[in-house]
C-alpha cells in the first residue's frame, strides 16, 4: 500500500526535476515526437520521408536550434495504401511512441479516417486534397495542401480555349474521386460545356473493367475527356487507353493535378502511354533555397546509388515544410510534460505522462495561426488548409513533361508570370506555347457529340420556296435525283458548322407543302432535328422552339420606288395651289378690275358707252388678258426649273409602292431604301428544338462569321451587292422636266392667244362690215342753189367742211350750183 503511494510520488519527482532541469538549461533538447503514417510502396511515399528527414536535419542545423535546442523525434510507418493499416499504425504511434501529432496520411481515405483520432494530437496532410475533408467534422485535421477545388478554374478555363462544348468526366470512385465533381460541373457550365457522360471506375479496378468502359466510351463517339484519379488507377488506366487508340489523333484529354504531381515518378511506360495529356498543377515560385533543397536532394540520391534520379515534386515540398510548421508551433508554445520527458523517467512515468499531456487543440491553433515561407512558397493556412496558389502550371506530356504556359484566378491564360505571379502579357496577347496533342498532332482536337454510333445523322427541314431562290434554293439533280440546296441561309449554316469544335453531320430535307395554310408554323413544329432557311424570329414560335442568334441584319427597311410621276401629269402646275386659292385668285382678279372701272368711270371716257364694252374694259382687253396669261406661264416655268434643279442638287423623292410588286435586285435602279425608327423583327435563324445544345454553339459560330466579316462575304456570293439600294446618287435619280410636264401651262396660253386673236380678227371683220353699211345707207348731199344774183348776201364762202361746188346750166339758161357736201366719218 505504501509502494502505491511512494511511486507516483517518485514519478512525480522525476518529473519535476526533468522539467526544472530543462528550464534552467538551453543545452538538453525539447523532445518532439513525429508519426509519419506513408504508403512506403508508393514513389510519393517513398519521397515524402526523405524529405520530412531532410526537414528535421535542416531544422537541427539552423540557428534557432542552436540556441533554443528543439529536437524532433521521426517515427515512420508504412500503411500500404489501405486506410485500417493507416489506423492501426496510428493508435500504435499514440500508445507506444506517444507522439505529439501524425503526420502524413497520404490518401483522403485515410485522413477521413485517422480524423477519429484528432481530438488528442494534430493531423497534418501533405496530399489528402479532398473537399468533403473539413475541420468541422475533424477539428484538429490541417490540410497542408491545396484543396482540390482550387483547380476548377484553370480546367474549364482550359475546356473554353480550346472551344469544347462537350465531354465525357472519368473519375475514381472514391472520396478523392467524388469530392471534386459538384464544383467542376459547375464551372465547365459556366464556361458554356455540357459533361454529356461520366465514368466511374472502382480505385482497385481490374484492367478488364476498365477496358469495358473505355469500350462503352467509343460507342458513345466520345473524344474529349477529363480524368481525375489517383496516380496509380491513373497508370493502369492509360496504358489500356494506349492500347485500344484512344491516344491517337482527334482525341483531347486533361488530367488533375494529383496525376501531373506525380509524373515525374512515374514509369516510363506510363509516360510513353501519356503523349499527349495536357494537365495542371500548383506552381511553385522559384527562390534560392528552393535550388539549394534540390542540389542536395541530388546529392543523397547520389549518395543512395540509385539509377535515375525522381524530380522533386510538390508533395515532397508539402511534406518538407509541415515538419518545419510543426516544429515553430512547438518552439512557440515551449516544453510540455510530453515533450520534456527526460531518459531517465521515461520508463518510469510512461504512463503519467499520457495523463498529464497537453491535447493536440493548442498545438493545432498555433499551427494555423502560423505563417512563414516555406520551399513550396508562403505557408499560411485559412480555414485549416493552404490557400489556393497564385498560379498554377499548364503541363503537356510530350516526350517529358513541358511547361506550356500558366493560369491565374485574376488574368486567365498566359505564357509567363513574373516573380509576383502576375501576367507578364496583356490580355489582347495572352497565349499558350506549342501543344503536342496525341500522335505529335499540332491541330486541336475537334469535340464531338457524344451519341451512340447508330448511323443516325441530323435531319435538317428546309423550306420549298417558288421565288427568291438566292436565300433558299431547292431543286431535283436530273441525272442522280439527289436533292440540291442552295442559297444563303444554307451557306451561313454549313459554315457555322464548320466553325463547331466538334463534327455534326447532317441531311437537308425538304418540307412539302403545307395543307394547314400556315406553312413555316408547320415546318417548324415538325419533328425535325433543325429548320433552317428564311425562318423570321418570333415571340410566339419562341415558346415551342429555340432560335439561334438571327444569320441576317435584323434591322427593318423599306424598299420605295423613286418618285418620278411628275412627268407624268400635264396638270401638276396646278397642284402647288388649292382649288380655294384658285377661286380666290380668280375672283380678287374679278374685282380688281370692278374697283378700276369704278375709279375710271366718271373721268375716262374710255369707260363709257354700252355695257358689254365696259365691262371688257373691267377685264382688260383682249391683248391684255393674252400677255397676262403668258407671263403667268413664264411664271410656272422658271419656278418649276428652280424646284427641279433644287432637287437634283439635294435629295431624292419617295413613294410607297403600292402596286404589291416583288422588290428585288432586277429593279434596284429604280428603287431606294431608308430604314425606319424601330424595329419590328429579329431577322432570320435557324431552328433547334427547345433545350438543343447546339444553339449556344451555332449563335457562337454566327457571331464569329459576322465578326471575321465571312458572313458579308456570303451575302455578297448571293447579293452582288446588297447595298445598291442605299447608294443611290441623287443627281442622276431625280426625273427631269420635259415638254409634257408644261403641255397644260402651253395648251392654256396657246388657247388664250388663239382665242384672242379669233375675237379680234371677227370683231374687226365685223367693224368692216359695218362701215361698209354706212357708205351705202347714207349718200352724197346735194343742194341747188338760186343763181347767184351778186347780192353779197347770198355769196358763199368755203367752209372748213368739204364742199364741192359743181357748176351746171339747164336748158332754160339759168346757171345753178351744185354742192356737194361730204361728211367726215367719226371713227373709234
Not at 486534397?129 to 495542401?145: A, D, G, H, Q, V
Amino acid at each position: 500500500m505504501v509502494s502505491m503511494f511512494i511511486l507516483p510520488a517518485m514519478l512525480h519527482a522525476f518529473s519535476s526535476f526533468g522539467w526544472s532541469m530543462a528550464q534552467n538549461s538551453h543545452h538538453r533538447p525539447h523532445h518532439i515526437h513525429v508519426g509519419a503514417i506513408l504508403d512506403m510502396e508508393s514513389p510519393v511515399g517513398e519521397m515524402a520521408q526523405q524529405c520530412m528527414t531532410m526537414a528535421i536535419s535542416d531544422l537541427n542545423a539552423s540557428p534557432s536550434h542552436i540556441n533554443h535546442p528543439l529536437k524532433l523525434i521521426l517515427h515512420p510507418r508504412n500503411s500500404m495504401g489501405q486506410p485500417l493499416k493507416a489506423l492501426s499504425s496510428a493508435v500504435e504511434l499514440l500508445e507506444n511512441e506517444q507522439v505529439d501529432a501524425l503526420i502524413g496520411p497520404q490518401t483522403s481515405e485515410e485522413a477521413e479516417l485517422l480524423g477519429e483520432l484528432g481530438d488528442r494530437v494534430p493531423i497534418i496532410s501533405f496530399s489528402a486534397s479532398s473537399p468533403l475533408l473539413s475541420r468541422e467534422k475533424n477539428p484538429n485535421f490541417i490540410r497542408m495542401t491545396t484543396n482540390d477545388n482550387s483547380q476548377v478554374g484553370a480546367i474549364a478555363a482550359l475546356v473554353q480555349k480550346f472551344g469544347w462544348r462537350e465531354l465525357v468526366i472519368i473519375h475514381e470512385d472514391s472520396s478523392y474521386g467524388n469530392g471534386i465533381i459538384p464544383d467542376l460541373l459547375l464551372a465547365l457550365h459556366e464556361g458554356n460545356a455540357r459533361v454529356a457522360h461520366r465514368t466511374v471506375l472502382p480505385p482497385q479496378a481490374r484492367d478488364i473493367y476498365v477496358e469495358a468502359q473505355l469500350y462503352k466510351l467509343m460507342a458513345l463517339s466520345a473524344n474529349i475527356f477529363i480524368v481525375h484519379m489517383s496516380a496509380s488507377l491513373a497508370s493502369r488506366f492509360f496504358i489500356k487507353v494506349n492500347e485500344l487508340g484512344m491516344m491517337s489523333t482527334g482525341y483531347g484529354w486533361i488530367v488533375t493535378d494529383g496525376i501531373v504531381n506525380e509524373l515525374p515518378v512515374m514509369d516510363r511506360s506510363v509516360l510513353d502511354s501519356m503523349q499527349g495529356v495536357i494537365g495542371i498543377r500548383p506552381s511553385i515560385p522559384p527562390s534560392e533555397r528552393l535550388h539549394n533543397f534540390s542540389m542536395k536532394w541530388r546529392n543523397n540520391f547520389f549518395t543512395n546509388q540509385h539509377h535515375q534520379i525522381p524530380e522533386v515534386n510538390v508533395y515532397c515540398l508539402w511534406a518538407y515544410d509541415s515538419v518545419w510548421a510543426l516544429a515553430k508551433a512547438a518552439y512557440h508554445l515551449g516544453p510540455t510534460t510530453s515533450m520534456q520527458k527526460n531518459d531517465s523517467a521515461n520508463e518510469l512515468a510512461h504512463l503519467a505522462a499520457i495523463h498529464s499531456r497537453r491535447t493536440g487543440s493548442d498545438l493545432v491553433h498555433t499551427i494555423l495561426r502560423g505563417k512563414f515561407t516555406g520551399l513550396s512558397g508562403e505557408i499560411q493556412l485559412k480555414n485549416g488548409q493552404l490557400q489556393q496558389p497564385l498560379a498554377f502550371e499548364i503541363v503537356n506530356v510530350i516526350g517529358r513533361v513541358k511547361r506550356i504556359g500558366f493560369w491565374t484566378q485574376w488574368n486567365g491564360m498566359t505564357q509567363g508570370l513574373n516573380r509576383s505571379n502576375v501576367a507578364t502579357q496583356s490580355p489582347s496577347l495572352r497565349k499558350m506555347g506549342s501543344i503536342g496533342w496525341p500522335k505529335s498532332s499540332s491541330a486541336v482536337p475537334k469535340g464531338q457529340r457524344v451519341m451512340p454510333k447508330t448511323g443516325k445523322r441530323m435531319r435538317i427541314g428546309v423550306p420549298i420556296k417558288k421565288g427568291y431562290k438566292e436565300l433558299v434554293g431547292v431543286e431535283l439533280d436530273p441525272e442522280t435525283y439527289a436533292t440540291i440546296v442552295t442559297g444563303l441561309c444554307i451557306d451561313v449554316f454549313k459554315a457555322a458548322i464548320d466553325l463547331l469544335p466538334y463534327e455534326v453531320k447532317f441531311d437537308f430535307i425538304p418540307f412539302p407543302n403545307s395543307t394547314t395554310g400556315s406553312y413555316y408554323e408547320d415546318l417548324i413544329y415538325h419533328q425535325y432535328d433543325a429548320a433552317v432557311g428564311d425562318i423570321t424570329i418570333a415571340a410566339n414560335r419562341s415558346s415551342y422552339v429555340d432560335f439561334t442568334m438571327p444569320s441576317t441584319e435584323t434591322e427593318v427597311v423599306m424598299i420605295v420606288p423613286i418618285e418620278t410621276s411628275r412627268g407624268t401629269n400635264m396638270w401638276i402646275f396646278l397642284q402647288p395651289l388649292t382649288v380655294d386659292l384658285w377661286l380666290v385668285i380668280g375672283a380678287s382678279f374679278v374685282f380688281t378690275g370692278c374697283v378700276v372701272w369704278t375709279i375710271e368711270h366718271g373721268d375716262n371716257n374710255e369707260f363709257k358707252g354700252p355695257l358689254a364694252q365696259q365691262i371688257g374694259m373691267v377685264m382688260c382687253n383682249l391683248s391684255k388678258v393674252v400677255v397676262i396669261v403668258w407671263l403667268f406661264v413664264v411664271l410656272i416655268l422658271t419656278s418649276s426649273y428652280t424646284a427641279n434643279l433644287s432637287s437634283m442638287l439635294t435629295v431624292h423623292q419617295l413613294q410607297s409602292s403600292t402596286k404589291g410588286e416583288s422588290i428585288g435586285f432586277t429593279y434596284s435602279a429604280q428603287y431606294t431604301m431608308f430604314e425606319t425608327s424601330y424595329n419590328s423583327t429579329n431577322g432570320f435563324g435557324f431552328v433547334f428544338p427547345k433545350g438543343s445544345p447546339l444553339v449556344p454553339d451555332i449563335s457562337a459560330s454566327i457571331a464569329k462569321l459576322r465578326e471575321d466579316g465571312k458572313l458579308h462575304l456570303i451575302s455578297q456570293n448571293w447579293f452582288q451587292n446588297p447595298y445598291l439600294f442605299t447608294n443611290q446618287d441623287s443627281a442622276t435619280k431625280v426625273a427631269r422636266l420635259d415638254l409634257y410636264s408644261f403641255c397644260g401651262r402651253f395648251l392654256i396660253t396657246g388657247i388664250t392667244s388663239t382665242g384672242a386673236v379669233t375675237v379680234s380678227y371677227r370683231f374687226r371683220k365685223k367693224e368692216s362690215t359695218t362701215a361698209q353699211q354706212h357708205e351705202v345707207a347714207d349718200p352724197p348731199v346735194e343742194e341747188t342753189f338760186s343763181p347767184f344774183n351778186g347780192d353779197k348776201s347770198t355769196r358763199l364762202e368755203p367752209s372748213e367742211d368739204h364742199r364741192l361746188a359743181h357748176p351746171h346750166t339747164d336748158s332754160g339758161g339759168n346757171t345753178t350750183l351744185t354742192i356737194t357736201l361730204f361728211a367726215e366719218k367719226l371713227r373709234p
